[in-house]
């Protein structure tokens, strides 16, 4: 970030204000914190509401008073997750400031149960700012995975790359910022002028979302499989999200990130094997990929 955002952040984070709403020490620790993501990218806490009393107030009210005598805070979060009960964790919403490439702002946008508002190049000139991989990340494509990477690129190659990136961008800003300027000329157009930029330069939003959905989120972009460039975000927004509700992050954790869904036909396979049946992909029921898939669970 430039001086002046980084001054006008560090303002943000000297007010206070009164308050009677809950508040969540955790998060109060990472408003307004602008978390370096990328190259020149970052994730920062704007505002929040709720904690995980507010899950179980509204657990409860659907619920009724028994439910609370039965149940401490944590007992029933993780009870709300296992039996995927999604309003109660709409109680919560969190709406950060993101600073990412273009390319990845496409994958993020596919969620579409979130409010967002994004920095508009038809009004303003995007800065000189582009993603450029580490030369660790740059990778082929993978010859298992249509859309995923395989090996590190080596050597000659990996440079090659590199200085393709940057020449092919930095050719693209330069042609951007002749044909807007007015200089001589009459200037084309901002909102037609950056169809001429490149999918790696940065853009900025803001997105809020409630807590059900942005576990959604992160169960798909926190995931081994998701891409590199998404999934640095996703990491940093669990850290976050941990200690906003440390009891039902700590649920999500085990029971969707750390958990695993089988199929009826999986679940016939367990109890077959559990009882001493040797159980093969031809007994079982399974297609190829499925099989594979319920032995990387099952082991």
């Known amino acids: 970030m430039t001086p002046e955002q980084q001054a006008q952040i560090d ?11 809950a508040t969540a020490p955790g998060m109060e620790a990472h408003l307004y914190t602008a978390y370096p993501v990328l190259d020149h990218g970052f994730v920062r806490v704007i ?3 709720g904690d995980d009393a507010a899950i179980c107030q509204a657990a409860r009210v659907s619920y009724g008073r ?3 005598a039965v149940s401490n805070d944590e007992g029933l979060i993780r009870y709300l997750m296992r039996h995927w009960h999604s309003t109660p964790f709409e109680m919560c919403e969190i709406k950060l400031h993101v600073k990412l490439p273009v390319f990845v702002a496409r994958q ?4 579409r149960t979130a409010n967002v508002n994004e ?3 038809r009004y303003s000139i995007l800065d000189r700012e582009f993603y450029i991989p580490a ?3 740059l990778a082929a494509q993978s010859v298992v995975n249509n859309q995923g990477r395989g090996e590190a690129l080596s050597g000659d190659e990996a440079q090659r790359v590199l200085d393709w990136l940057r020449d092919d961008s930095d050719r693209a800003y330069d042609h951007y910022e002749a044909m807007i300027s007015q200089d001589g000329q009459q200037g084309l157009a901002r909102e037609l ?3 001429n930029l490149p999918a790696n330069i940065y853009t900025q939003w803001y997105w809020k979302v409630d807590l059900h959905n942005l576990f ?3 169960r798909l972009r926190a995931d081994a499989h998701a891409q590199m460039e998404i999934r640095v975000y996703a990491k940093k927004l669990c850290e976050i999200v941990k200690d906003w509700v440390p009891a039902a992050y700590g649920a999500f954790e085990d029971y969707r990130l750390g958990g695993a869904t089988l199929s009826a036909r999986g679940v016939d396979c367990v109890r077959r094997m559990a009882a001493g049946e040797e159980v093969t992909q031809e007994t079982s029921g399974m297609s190829k990929g499925e099989w594979r898939e319920f032995m990387g669970v099952v082991g």
Request: without cysteine.
């Open 119 to 121: 920095y508009s190049a």
């Open 216 to 218: 959604h989120f992160l």
């Open 108 to 111: 993020w946008i596919r969620h």
């Open 193 to 195: 002028a950056r169809m």
């Open 47 to 49: 505002d929040y509401m």
């Open 135 to 137: 030369p660790e990340d």
């Open 66 to 68: 028994g439910t609370k």
């Open 11 to 21: 303002a943000q984070r000297a007010e206070t204000h009164q308050t009677r709403r």
